[in-house]
C-alpha cells in the first residue's frame, strides 16, 4: 500500500507562489504516475498536472500551463508543484495521487492512492 504526505499549502495574495510537496512511501517506484488534483468548494475534483515518474512526459490542464511547474526527485520518492502567479480561483484543497504500476494515468478513477490534501488560498 503505497502513502502520500503533501505539505506546502498556506495563504497567499494573488500573483504570489507556493511549492506543494507530496512524498510517496514505501517508495513511488510501484507508480506509473503521480498527479496534483484540487477541489474547490461546491466543485468537482479536477486534474491540474500529472508526470509519468520513468522520466517521461508531464501533462498540465490549460488552466495552470505556463504558471504551475510540475517535478520529481525520485532519490526522494518525491514530486512538487510550483505555482507562481497564482490567483483567487486557484483556491482549492490540492491532493497528490498515484496510479499503481502498469495503469494508465488518464481519468480520476484511475488513480488509486490518495494524500490527505493541502489547503492553497490565494486572496485578492
Known amino acids: 500500500q503505497l502513502q502520500l504526505v503533501e505539505s506546502g499549502g498556506g495563504s497567499v495574495q494573488a500573483g504570489g507562489s507556493l511549492t506543494l510537496s507530496c512524498t510517496a512511501s514505501?517508495?513511488?517506484?510501484?507508480?506509473?504516475?503521480m498527479g496534483w488534483f484540487r477541489q474547490a468548494p461546491v466543485k468537482e475534483r479536477e486534474k491540474v498536472a500529472h508526470i509519468y515518474l520513468d522520466g517521461g512526459s508531464i501533462y498540465y490542464r490549460d488552466f495552470v500551463k505556463g504558471r504551475f511547474t510540475l517535478s520529481q526527485d525520485n532519490a526522494k520518492n518525491t514530486v512538487y508543484l510550483r505555482m507562481n502567479s497564482l490567483k483567487p480561483e486557484d483556491t482549492a484543497m490540492y491532493y497528490c495521487?498515484?496510479?499503481?504500476?502498469?495503469?494508465?494515468?488518464?481519468?480520476?478513477?484511475?488513480?488509486?492512492?490518495w494524500g490527505q490534501g493541502t489547503q492553497v488560498t490565494v486572496s485578492s
Open positions: 514505501p517508495s513511488s517506484a510501484s507508480s506509473t504516475c
Open positions: 495521487a498515484a496510479v499503481p504500476a502498469g495503469g494508465r494515468c488518464v481519468g480520476t478513477n484511475d488513480y488509486k492512492y
